[in-house]
């Protein structure tokens, strides 16, 4: 397992952008995807973004055409480019490692990085 720290959180307006980071305490190498993750009070975690091992990006329909997930392997570090942010978009954002599905992550939670969209 490697410890994972997010980082960028931070109160913007409507259609304002974020960029997040999750840097890693060891090599991401391993894994077929890196996921960027949220969740609010008494929802459970959504994925919203992965990437896989070779580069290819997924997206939730929602972030579709406004978020930017990329890894950097040499950096173990991974972020997510957040444009046009909307009110439905707060949230406290993670960032983990899985292999198959989404749901089963390799490594413990951090502590996330808190998103604010003021309207």
């Known amino acids: 397992q490697v410890h994972l720290v997010e980082s960028g959180g931070d109160l913007v307006q409507a259609g304002g952008s974020l960029r997040l980071s999750c840097a890693a305490s060891?090599?991401?190498?391993?894994?077929?995807?890196m996921g960027w993750y949220r969740q609010v009070p008494g929802k459970q975690r959504e994925l919203v973004a992965a990437?896989?091992?070779?580069?290819?990006?997924n997206y939730e329909d929602s972030v579709k055409g406004r978020f930017t997930i990329s890894r950097d392997n040499a950096k173990n570090t991974v972020y997510l480019q957040m444009n046009s942010l909307k009110p439905e978009d707060t949230a406290v954002y993670y960032c983990n490692s899985f292999q198959f599905s989404w749901r089963k992550v390799d490594n413990g939670w951090g502590q996330g990085t808190q998103v604010t969209v003021s309207s």
């Open positions: 990437i896989s091992s070779g580069g290819t990006p």
């Open positions: 060891g090599s991401i190498l391993s894994a077929n995807f």
